[in-house]
């Protein structure tokens, strides 16, 4: 299994923005693609965004394109996302998940998670 430690993340108002980052380690295979999760208290936790780290090809769940941008660097193992006109609806839990397979957009598919950072957005 791959570990993902997190950091970033926090409180700001509508339309602010905040920026979040997840290290990958151990395993090498276990990290062909990395992505972020949200969970919002009440609510299944649902895939935010994904990034092929050789690649760098990029995906995003159609509530957050344009607004957040998720970039990774296959040297660090890193993955990271920017957060943009943030909304209070963007207030969750935020998962950094990891995958040696595709990109999918379900957690059935990532079997390496980080601890989980909140992102809290005022309106």
């Known amino acids: 299994r791959v570990q993902l430690v997190e950091s970033g993340g926090g409180s700001v108002q509508a339309g602010g923005s905040l920026n979040l980052s997840c290290v990958a380690s151990?395993?090498?295979?276990?990290?062909?693609?990395m992505g972020w999760f949200r969970q919002a208290p009440g609510k299944e936790r649902e895939w935010v965004a994904s990034?092929?780290?050789?690649?760098?090809?990029?995906t995003y769940t159609d509530a957050v394109r344009g607004r957040f941008t998720i970039s990774s660097d296959v040297d660090k193992r890193t993955v990271q996302m920017r957060m943009n006109s943030l909304k209070p609806e963007d207030t969750a839990v935020y998962y950094c998940?990891?995958?040696?397979?595709?990109?999918?957009?379900?957690?059935?598919?990532?079997?390496?998670w980080g601890q989980g950072i909140q992102v809290t957005v005022g309106s």
């Open positions: 998940a990891a995958t040696g397979d595709y990109c999918y957009h379900l957690t059935k598919y990532y079997d390496s």
């Open positions: 151990g395993d090498p295979y276990g990290d062909n693609c």
């Open positions: 990034a092929y780290l050789s690649s760098g090809t990029t």
